[in-house]
């Protein structure tokens, strides 16, 4: 085994960090957290113009460890990148499965950094049961005509599309009839609800009323859209965050020295407990992100290293908060909280990593039944 | 160079051929019968027709010139085997102190993972029941004393070839001062990490094996979600497990020792030596614990009786792991490693 990056992967992480250094401050930061969108217009566009997003996309033939290094420095930085996280995955699904057309107008507007896409998936009644969605295009013509509703559009209220799953025949079989559209979001009938969270992001519910669409809205084939759902869960499972220990323990122990307990044995014990996760988070999505560089399926080390990072993270954020005391409890900027209120962002921000991108009980599941070839349990 | 997660061919050639050596010549009936010393001769006889006391030896001292990741690969076989032969213990041992007879295997070397106490005596050896030389610190000086082995131990957790051993008793060489020891330990901790990552690995597959036997409600008790989610879990830390084991190893082959490597906690980057090597020990012998608990829960009652062979690695995961020391006091080692010493007299 070999623990090294290359030279030229050495080079592009530098370029990474200074791209992500260059346009992130506390400003920026604080004002992704007042609004709710973990997104920066002008990081976007700068890592755009550099030909990062372009060099991340996922996708054959492309570079896994780039997406892995963009993710990893801007988890680092506190950057809100989430929205160019989005792009970048919808980007690799239009690669793969969309028309020549729409990656000429949406994939290049993506990988420029100047326009964003939400994920039209879950709903309220269909969540890690995705196949139970209730969405329907129905054709009228040459059109297709949309009603239905999406829950935890993160995201919407920024973007310029979304990526819609819908169903457009219900005597398919679970996963037939599926069709899934890219669409701009001003396109008449579409309206969005704010979900506020107890993190600082923002969610959305989103409505589709008579939405009328063209074929050339439709990503691959219509009524093959699961297949098109398939290659973005892959996509997704690869990007999953996996690094947030590092910021943890970094915020934690510079306030433990400046509080001075860190010289806390009992601290110091758990602190380096924190470093080895954070180290073991670090390896399993390296090892996903190389599985794919050399051509195979890295799924299933993506759902490994998933589970075991964010319960990690919420373990070790929730001991932190309590180790902090008082101050611990303290939001971000309040005068004299914790490492300036880091620690109760971490433990907010950290709850919702166990269910989005695939909750941990799926995940569970698919390691047993694929990984371990145990029997189907449901 | 790159970022590669997978064995060069001659690692997958030796472990593959461990890997079946262990198998044919050490089944869990040999593992059996060397109990409760926790020592098989003639398992020890067959290992030096391979030359593998030897291996970890410098060519120029007559060993086999093997990298610490390919003692590594090797280790994880022996620690799915659980075999009763102190493999690990000799290497680290031998790396110090190379004499002809160690790299033959002819002599059983030992580490005394902790000083010479007051009266002289290394206390609990792992290995020391058996060994014809201890290497340990005494006082200021790292020495090795060769002197007769006990062969006999007392009944103990892994049943683990264990004793207390004279540091002053027997023929006395000085190897070096008291501070090289740490070097040894810590290839020590990586090798036992190894071992380890095997106990685990083999512990997982047993859990497997069994929850698709067993048969309660009219179907395997494998198919229970409850199960499978406690299995599900186990695959990320043995892969941990065995990724930290190769990241030390791999520090230490590039030569990433003595302040060679970063240790930059605000990137999270950690690619220095000790450090990985504490990490690799700490975080194994958590996998080896849960998945031989897990594993062995779910074997109900069979799996807490002497007749079934998971509780035979349940013990070793504890008895390997827990022999150099209270693992809260080493965590608080590479906290201090990590961010330096603490002030004593600061606190709240």
Redesign the interface.
């Known amino acids: 085994?070999?623990?090294?990056?290359?030279d030229h992967?050495e080079a592009l992480r530098s370029e990474i960090r200074a791209c992500i250094r260059a346009h992130i401050d506390d400003e920026v930061i604080e004002r992704a957290h007042r609004t709710g969108a973990n997104h920066c217009v002008e990081l976007a566009k700068a890592l755009g113009d550099a030909g990062l997003l372009g060099k991340a996309m996922p996708g054959e033939g492309q570079d896994p460890?780039v997406m892995w290094m963009l993710s990893s420095e801007a988890e680092?930085a506190g950057a809100p990148f989430d929205s160019v996280g989005m792009a970048l995955v919808i980007a690799g699904v239009l690669n793969e499965a969309g028309t020549a057309a729409q990656n000429q107008r949406v994939t290049a507007a993506l990988l420029a950094g100047e326009e964003f896409v939400c994920f039209g998936l879950t709903e309220p009644d269909g969540g890690s049961d995705l196949p139970a969605i209730t969405t329907r295009a129905v054709r009228d013509g040459d059109e297709w005509v949309i009603n239905g509703s999406k829950m935890w559009t993160t995201m919407a209220q920024v973007s310029d599309w979304v990526f819609l799953l819908t169903r457009t025949d219900s005597n398919a079989g679970r996963y037939g009839g599926f069709t899934v559209f890219i669409i701009p979001m001003d396109t008449p009938g579409i309206t969005i609800d704010p979900i506020h969270t107890m993190s600082t992001e923002r969610s959305n519910a989103t409505f589709y009323d008579d939405v009328r669409v063209g074929d050339e809205w439709v990503v691959g084939e219509a009524n093959e859209g699961w297949r098109v759902v398939s290659i973005m869960f892959g996509f997704e499972r690869g990007m999953a965050n996996t690094?947030a220990?590092?910021p943890l323990?970094?915020r934690f122990?510079k306030w433990a020295e400046a509080?001075?307990?860190?010289?806390?044995?009992v601290h110091?014990?758990?602190?380096?407990?924190v470093?080895?996760d954070?180290?073991?988070a670090?390896?399993?999505t390296?090892?996903t992100?190389?599985?794919a560089a050399i051509g195979e399926p890295s799924g299933m080390q993506g759902s490994?290293?998933k589970?075991?990072a964010t319960e990690a993270y919420q373990r070790h954020s929730r001991w932190a908060q309590a180790a902090a005391g008082p101050e611990g409890l303290l939001g971000l900027n309040e005068p004299g909280a914790a490492a300036e209120g880091w620690i109760d962002h971490d433990v907010r921000h950290s709850v919702p990593q166990t269910f989005q991108g695939g909750t941990t009980?799926i995940?569970?599941?698919n390691?047993?039944?694929r990984?371990?070839?145990?029997?189907?349990?449901? | 160079m790159a970022l590669d997660f997978s064995l060069s061919v001659d690692q997958e050639a030796v472990a593959d051929a461990f890997g079946a050596f262990f198998a044919a010549e050490s089944p869990i009936d040999v593992v059996r019968g060397a109990e409760p010393l926790g020592y098989s001769s003639q398992l020890w006889q067959k290992l030096r027709t391979l030359e593998a006391p030897g291996m970890a030896v410098p060519p120029h001292a007559g060993g086999g010139g093997a990298t610490l990741s390919d003692l590594v690969v090797v280790a994880e076989t022996l620690g799915e085997s659980i075999a009763p032969v102190p493999l690990v213990e000799h290497w680290v041992a031998s790396r110090a102190h190379p004499a002809p007879e160690i790299v033959s295997g002819d002599q059983i070397a030992a580490i005394a993972l902790r000083p010479a106490d007051a009266e002289g005596i290394w206390r609990l050896v792992p290995g020391g029941a058996i060994a014809g030389v201890v290497v340990g610190v005494d006082g200021d000086e790292l020495v090795a004393v060769q002197s007769s082995a006990p062969m006999v131990s007392p009944h103990n957790h892994g049943s683990a070839p264990l004793a207390d051993r004279s540091a002053r008793g027997g023929q006395r060489v000085v190897l070096g001062e008291a501070a090289d020891l740490e070097r040894h330990l810590d290839l020590w901790r990586v090798l036992t990490a190894a071992a380890l990552v095997g106990i685990a690995e083999r512990a997982m597959r047993m859990g497997v094996d069994y929850v698709l036997e067993r048969h309660q409600f009219g179907r395997p008790i494998g198919s229970f979600q409850s199960i499978q989610h406690g299995l599900a879990d186990l695959p990320a830390l043995v892969d941990g497990g065995r990724f930290l084991a190769h990241k030390a190893a791999w520090a230490f082959d590039v030569g990433l020792v003595d302040g060679v490597g970063v240790i930059d906690m605000d990137e999270g980057i950690v690619t220095e030596f000790a450090p990985l090597a504490a990490m690799a020990l700490l975080h194994a012998a958590d996998a080896a614990a849960v998945s031989t608990d897990r594993s062995l829960h779910y074997h109900g009652g069979y799996g807490f009786s002497l007749e079934y062979d998971i509780q035979l690695y349940f013990r070793r995961a504890r008895g390997w792991a827990n022999i150099i020391g209270d693992p809260s006091l080493q965590r608080r080692r590479l906290a201090d490693l990590l961010w330096g010493r603490a002030a004593p007299t600061a606190g709240r």
Do not use: C, Y
Request: charged share 25%; glycine share 4%.
């Open positions: 085994m070999d623990f090294r990056l290359t992967h460890m680092k690094g220990l590092t323990l970094r122990s509080s001075g307990v860190i010289a806390d044995p110091r014990e758990r602190m380096a407990q470093a080895i954070a180290q073991v670090e390896l399993l390296q090892r992100a190389w599985t490994i290293a589970v075991f009980e995940n569970r599941n390691i047993a039944e990984h371990l070839n145990l029997p189907r349990a449901r």
